[in-house]
Nanobody, 127 residues
């Protein structure tokens, strides 16, 4: 199982980035996928998740209305569109596979519900 996040970079406050998560080694459309982030000196924070079909999503209050999660199972890829970025969004962003097969639950708002964290991508937002 591998998940590789990409698309990070340096952007000014108010700018946008689109992160991609390329999945391999498992059947992507059998699992919900989450995006999580970790800022220096802070614990890993859940950001958003999407159901296996893409029909349901959750967002952390800190990003709701600014970030959009989506997936293309045919391309084995999950995306995170980030708009109106703020300096407090600066972190390493990770995508991760949910632990439960074909399950959608509010518990996916917890980082503990994920496994197989991919290599993250750095997002830096300057003020």
């Amino acid at each position: 199982v591998q998940l590789q996040a990409s698309g990070g970079g340096l952007v000014q406050s108010g700018g946008s980035l689109r992160l991609s998560c390329a999945a391999s080694g498992f059947t992507l459309d059998d699992y919900a996928i989450g995006w999580l982030r970790q800022a220096p000196g802070k614990e890993r924070e859940w950001v958003s998740c999407i159901s296996s079909s893409g029909g349901s999503t959750y967002y952390a209050n800190t990003v709701k209305g600014r970030f959009t999660i989506s997936r293309d199972n045919a391309k084995n890829t999950v995306y995170l569109q980030m708009n109106r970025l703020k300096p407090e969004d600066t972190a390493v962003y990770y995508c991760a596979k949910s632990r439960r097969y074909h399950t959608w639950t509010y518990w996916y708002t917890s980082p503990d519900e994920y496994e197989h964290w991919g290599q993250g991508t750095q997002v830096t937002v300057s003020s």
